[in-house]
């Protein structure tokens, strides 16, 4: 199975501020990866998916970059909203793979 | 709206079945792929499976592929999982979820359900 190693599991940031989360897989997974938000009571969301490619209605601070092993999610400019629970999830090798969770704090 | 309710969680003991559902709406069912994923308490998510539009490819993760069976009702726009000889490590937040058109990862999710396997 594809490993996805995702770190930090904890964050603290502040409103306005930017952060990054990272995933990396065992093996390449080309461009084959997507981010999800999770928020108590509310469905999954994906955010972004071909390892950059925002959703529809995903907001533009918001930024996924990477191919390979190697990926990250940006988020610029923190608003109260966007403290949640990000999951990256391969999807290029069976079976699907998700990474361990970054849990996104206020400080 | 694209809408996915999951039903059929509860309290079940060691060693019982299961079958769960998810109602789909807001959408063509039958022309997407469908998957389920789980998540135990204060873990991440795990992948469990996918089903094709016409039920003709299933795909597992291997350590599940024994005991639980993904199957979909197109008449009737709704996805089970059938698990079978549940154990406590089955417990979880259950969730089905769509298949984007053109790919593999999930485009919408249902909210979860419930199930804790326990005598």
């Known amino acids: 199975d594809v490993q996805m190693t995702q770190s930090p599991s904890y964050l603290a940031a502040s409103p306005g501020e930017s952060v990054s989360i990272s995933c990396k897989a065992s093996k390449s997974i080309s461009n084959n990866l997507a981010w999800y938000q999770e928020k108590p009571g509310k469905a999954n969301k994906l955010l972004i998916h071909s390892g950059s490619t925002l959703q529809s209605g995903t907001p533009s601070r918001f930024s996924g970059s990477g191919s390979g092993t190697d990926f990250t999610l940006t988020i610029r400019s923190l608003e109260f909203e966007d403290f949640a629970v990000y999951y990256c999830q391969q999807y290029n090798e069976y079976p699907f793979t998700f990474g361990s969770g970054t849990k996104l704090e206020i400080k | 709206e694209v809408k996915l309710v999951e039903s059929g969680g509860g309290l079940v003991q060691p060693g019982r079945s299961l079958k769960l559902s998810c109602a789909a709406s807001g959408f063509s069912f039958n022309d997407y792929w469908m998957g389920w994923v789980r998540q135990a308490p204060g873990k991440g998510l795990e992948w469990i499976g996918e089903?094709?539009?016409?039920?003709?490819?299933?795909n597992y993760t291997p350590s599940l592929k024994d005991k639980f069976t993904i199957s979909r009702d197109n008449a009737q726009n709704t996805l089970y999982l059938q698990m079978s000889k549940l154990g406590s490590e089955d417990t979880a937040i259950y969730y089905c979820?769509?298949?984007?058109?053109?790919?593999?990862?999930?485009?919408?999710w249902g909210q979860g359900v419930m199930v804790t396997v326990s005598s």
């Open positions: 089903i094709n539009q016409d039920s003709s490819t299933i």
């Open positions: 979820a769509r298949e984007a058109a053109v790919s593999y990862y999930f485009d919408y």
